[in-house]
């Protein structure tokens, strides 16, 4: 919870962004998802109608230590 009060407000995005209907989020390592949720937010609230995630690895829920 932490992680994601520490990105409000930290995203911005440029004009014109609510003419794209898909939009991929490229990120190297998911860890707690706070990131991507951001913006998967972001553009959703400007319009975008779906948010895919593509990452080189994600870290495993059972191994998590950060909870």
């Known amino acids: 919870m932490a992680r994601a009060n520490n990105l409000k ?3 911005q995005l ?3 962004i609510e003419q794209w209907q898909h939009i ?3 990120d190297d390592v ?3 998802k ?3 949720n951001a913006i998967a937010q972001l553009l ?3 319009g975008v109608l779906r948010v895919g995630v ?5 870290v495993s829920e059972t191994i998590r230590t950060d909870t």
């Open 9 to 11: 407000g930290a995203f």
């Open 14 to 16: 440029r004009q014109g």
């Open 24 to 26: 991929a989020i490229v």
């Open 30 to 32: 998911v860890t707690t």
């Open 34 to 36: 706070s990131t991507v």
């Open 44 to 46: 959703k609230g400007q």
């Open 54 to 58: 593509i990452c080189l690895a994600r």
